[in-house]
């Protein structure tokens, strides 16, 4: 294997695992890291590639975006309402404690997110999925 080859292998794990502890941590997105996965372990390995592909984590978080560049309203809402939970946990802390400027920097990125989230993102109607599975996994 050369070089460059195991640098893809060694970058994709790394986004797979950031990716999976994204899943649990919602401040931590879990869809850049898996693109980032699928690139690296295409780029190093078909057989990597195949295999991550086939995975339900692939399936549950990726696949429809890939597929039609979006999501259901309802996988929207249920990342927006996480992220500002998580975030406004965290704001309020700083702020009980008149740490202002990350108070600051926090809502710039709660603002980014929403925005990317309701305007960046195509929503996906739920009938246009093609079976049960699918929409399940969006």
């Not at 372990?41 to 990726?62: E, I």
């Not at 700083?94 to 600051?104: D, E, L, N």
Request: charge should be positive; proline fraction near 3%; hydrophobic fraction near 50%.
């Amino acid at each position: 294997m050369n070089l460059k080859r195991m640098i893809f292998v060694a970058l994709g794990c790394i986004c797979l695992g950031l990716g999976c502890i994204g899943i649990a941590l919602p401040v931590l997105p879990t869809v850049p890291f898996f693109l980032a996965t699928a690139f690296f372990f295409a780029n190093s390995s078909q057989r990597l590639h195949d295999w991550f592909v086939g995975t339900k984590l692939y399936k549950k978080h990726l696949e429809s975006y890939v597929q039609k560049r979006g999501m259901l309203m309802k996988t929207k809402l249920t990342i927006l309402t996480s992220v500002t939970l998580i975030m406004g946990v965290g704001f309020f802390m700083m702020f009980r404690k008149a740490v202002y400027v990350p108070c600051v920097i926090l809502g710039i990125v709660w603002v980014c997110h929403v925005i990317y989230f309701l305007f960046g993102v195509k929503t996906i109607r739920e009938e246009t999925c093609v079976d049960e599975n699918e929409c399940a996994a969006l």
